[in-house]
């Protein structure tokens, strides 16, 4: 049976970037974008691209995460017109570099290419956006007014915040029959969390992906783990598999660390059974059959 539209599932764009990699992210544009002017902005036309001619000549004023986007404030140009926010979707291949910029170790310095979509000229420098694939998203939007980008206006709580309440969460997950990985993935109960993590997190907790009741000490259990594989996954600066980068050019180092996410075949690091691979709304999950019973 289909949710009813409030609870649709919001339309997700891949396995990477999730909260991790656009937060990698996020610290290391903010330090170089806060307080920067925008003199100019050239980008193609393509649908998923809305009111970038109004970013040229306003100031950046703060760039933070909201789950898997990217919001930068910028000031109300020209002088008395209301802020505005550049909202940005990294999509499956979306990345930002500085032209110009020293590379990682063994590297080049990032030159344009065919691949970037739009560029950014501030006051001391050029920032491009490169996207292979075109699921990116930058929308400018009155500052704080989401309703015309759905999967932003309904986000859950932010997993590594005060918001994020285990004894909510475990009403939330109690109330559901539906598959807990798919609550997990559909963004309305917790920000942030995709295919990559949610694997790990129900791993780390012993829940299988298909369990349909969680009762409340498992929800403690997934309520902690979730908090745990994204904050290690923040301090190795994401995960990457091919296309994901940081804005220094450099790959995140989490990959290494997975232990169900992709590990199909393998053995369990806990007891030693060969994990296994399903499909479960339309997404691949792994999880060990022995470990995470139903």
């Given at each position: ?24 992210v996020r610290r290391q544009l903010a330090p170089r974008l806060v307080g920067r ?258």
């Open positions: 049976m289909p949710f009813p539209a409030r609870c649709q599932p919001l339309r997700d764009y891949g396995d990477v970037p999730e909260l991790p990699e656009v937060e990698s002017s925008v003199l100019d902005v050239t980008y193609e036309s393509q649908d998923r691209f809305e009111g970038l001619e109004r970013v040229g000549g306003t100031r950046v004023l703060d760039v933070r995460r909201r789950g898997k986007y990217l919001l930068a404030h910028l000031s109300g140009a020209p002088t008395g017109t209301v802020d505005r926010e550049l909202v940005m979707h990294l999509g499956m291949t979306g990345s930002f570099r500085f032209r110009g910029e020293p590379a990682p170790v063994g590297g080049t310095a990032w030159t344009p290419d065919a691949y970037v979509r739009a560029t950014f000229t501030l006051d001391d420098g050029v920032l491009d956006f490169r996207d292979v694939r075109r699921f990116g998203r930058l929308t400018v939007v009155p500052a704080g007014h989401y309703d015309g980008i759905a999967t932003l206006a309904a986000l859950g709580p932010e997993p590594l915040s005060d918001d994020f309440d285990a004894e909510v969460f475990a009403r939330a997950l109690a109330r559901s029959r539906a598959p807990v990985k798919t609550l997990l993935l559909n963004q309305r109960l917790v920000a942030g969390v995709g295919n990559i993590y949610a694997d790990e997190a129900l791993w780390r907790a012993r829940i299988n992906p298909r369990a349909r009741r969680v009762g409340p000490a498992r929800a403690q259990r997934l309520w902690r783990a979730l908090r745990e594989v994204l904050t290690e996954a923040i301090e190795r600066e994401g995960t990457t598999f091919r296309d994901y980068r940081m804005v220094n050019g450099e790959s995140g180092r989490n990959a290494d660390f997975l232990v169900a996410y992709g590990q199909e075949g393998k053995p369990c690091p806990r007891c030693g059974d060969p994990l296994r691979k399903i499909t479960l709304g339309g997404r691949g999950t792994t999880y060990c059959p022995r470990c995470q019973r139903r």
